[in-house]
């Protein structure tokens, strides 16, 4: 079990480029989670899937975030045009059930830097 | 609004006495509440779980204490190693919700245990 694996580990990007980050979940997970980690808010949800479908994008910051989970295995987030405030970590994790009891399985993460 | 608090950002203890890490939650919907644990550069790792119905669960050193009636949720480490040095996050999820699956976490405190 390879565990959570996300793509890039680091993102350098310029101000207006676009962004895009990759995740795979554990096999035979059902659920996806993308969070992004900030001094301010800590660990803070931008959106989640249950079996490819989205469930809640309320976390979204703007319309220039935008994720996509096109099949079980793989799901993206993407910024565009990414911002200076865009900078932080961000996390994808999975889950077989809704995660309660046995919490979240995290990658990683990539480390955004938007200069 | 942040419904999941820990309102500590930081705490620094010796090797081999108590570390205690508290979080307090807004939202009286919750019925599940996690500990998670991040090292630098890793991904967080689940710790320790208890539900509404219960007021304390305890897994080795680790023992998570839970007042509803105050919404306020500790976790305790007996005895405090230096390995234990890491930052956590206390979550919360309502499992009665429609967002069933979803884990609000708090801000996260940095735990430093002296040698």
């Known amino acids: 079990d390879a565990g959570v694996i996300q793509s890039p580990r680091h993102e350098v990007t310029e101000m207006g480029q676009e962004v895009t980050l990759r995740c795979k979940p554990i096999?035979?997970?059902?659920?996806l989670f993308w969070y992004r980690q900030t001094m301010m808010r800590g660990l803070e949800l931008l959106i989640y899937?249950?079996?490819?479908?989205?469930?809640?994008d309320s976390g979204m910051p703007e319309d220039r975030f935008s994720a996509k989970m096109p099949n079980a295995s793989f799901s993206t987030l993407k910024i565009q045009p990414s911002e200076p405030r865009d900078s932080a970590v961000y996390f994808c994790a999975s889950s077989k059930h809704s995660g309660q009891v046995y919490g979240y399985t995290f990658g990683s993460g990539t480390r955004l830097t938007v200069v | 609004d942040q419904q999941v608090k820990q309102n500590s950002p930081s705490l620094s203890v010796q090797e081999g006495r108590i570390s205690i890490l508290n979080c307090d939650y807004t939202n009286s919907m919750f019925d599940y509440f996690l500990w998670y644990k991040k090292y630098p550069a890793e991904g967080p790792t689940f710790l320790i779980s208890i539900s509404s119905i219960k007021d304390k669960n305890e897994d080795g050193r680790f023992t998570v204490f839970l007042n509803k009636s105050a919404k306020h949720l500790s976790l305790h480490i007996v005895p405090s190693q230096p390995g234990d040095s890491a930052v956590y996050f206390c979550?919360?999820?309502?499992?009665?919700?429609?967002?069933?699956?979803?884990?609000?976490f708090g801000q996260g405190t940095t735990l430093q245990v002296k040698p």
């Open positions: 899937f249950n079996n490819n479908v989205p469930i809640d």
């Open positions: 979550a919360a999820s309502a499992t009665g919700s429609s967002n069933t699956g979803k884990l609000i």
């Open positions: 096999s035979g997970h059902d659920y």
